[in-house]
């Protein structure tokens, strides 16, 4: 196995609780404009478009992925999705943990299990952490980040660190506009890193992608992509129209 192997850089789309059947034209348009060839790009649309999503991205370099999945495979779990459901659907990827879901009560215990059962699927688990305003405030952020995974994260198997993703959002970032400076980004990049090299080994957790997410535009994507120790960007609102994310993807290049 390679050694420090060179990432590609990596551009997840997570289009939350937003659209309907007419914004698979923006997919289309994404489809069409994209040029993955620098870049990989995975788009997250609700579960009620994704197998349409699948169908307009088939045969293009976008990956398709899922927002959550449960626990477990199937069974009586009224309202669930499981990690197998989504790969039936044609998702290779699926979020664990965002922080939308931890403000509904999920606990970093599930988020590990979710994950698991994602690689047991067959999917890339990106797994979420973040540190709140607060903890920011107190000077607790890299702790808490690094708290969490310790938490959150899967046990792996031989290779399955290179289909792990970690993403670093801090939620007081999240769709507010406001961002931490590159050096705040590194220092918490740097701890991820770090974190991951103690749970997984040197190798291995060098092979993990950590992204970036929390308010990322097309004006900001550049400066942060730059960022040593940022491997790809998680982008929310700036996803949801074909204009906006071509630009973030063009500045991630
Ligand atoms: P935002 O969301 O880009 O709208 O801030 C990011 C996220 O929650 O993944």
Redesign the pocket.
């Known amino acids: 196995m390679m050694g420090h192997l060179i990432m590609r850089n990596l551009v ?1 789309g ?1 289009w ?1 609780m937003n659209g309907l059947q007419a914004a698979r034209a923006e997919v289309r348009a994404m489809s069409a404009g994209a040029r993955p060839d620098t870049v990989d790009v995975v788009l997250c649309p609700p579960a009620t478009l994704l197998a349409d999503v699948v169908r307009d991205l088939e045969g293009t370099p976008i990956g398709v992925g899922g927002q959550d999945c449960y626990t477990i495979a199937q069974g009586p779990f009224t309202g669930q999705v499981s990690a197998e459901m989504l790969f039936d659907a044609g998702a290779r990827f699926v ?1 664990i943990g ?3 879901m931890r403000a509904e009560g999920e606990r970093s215990d599930m988020a590990r299990i979710k994950a698991m059962e994602a690689l047991r699927a067959g999917l890339t688990p990106i797994v ?1 952490v973040g540190e709140n305003a607060q903890q920011r405030a107190e000077g607790w952020a890299a702790p808490r980040v690094r708290a969490q995974l310790l938490a959150s994260l899967p046990h792996l198997g031989p290779g399955d660190h290179q289909r792990l993703v970690v ?1 670093y ?1 801090p939620v007081w ?5 406001q961002t931490p400076t590159v050096e705040e980004i590194g220092s918490v990049h740097h701890v991820v890193r770090e974190t991951l090299v103690e749970l997984y080994g040197a190798e291995a957790g060098a092979g993990v992608r950590v992204l970036y ?5 097309p004006e900001n994507a550049k400066d942060i992509m730059a960022v040593d120790g940022v491997d790809g960007l ?6 949801l129209t074909a204009a906006s994310f071509l630009s973030v993807l063009e500045a991630a290049a």
């Open positions: 997840v997570n939350k979020i965002h922080s939308e979420c993403g959002e970032a999240i769709g507010s506009g997410g929390g308010s990322v535009k998680l982008v929310g609102g700036a996803s």
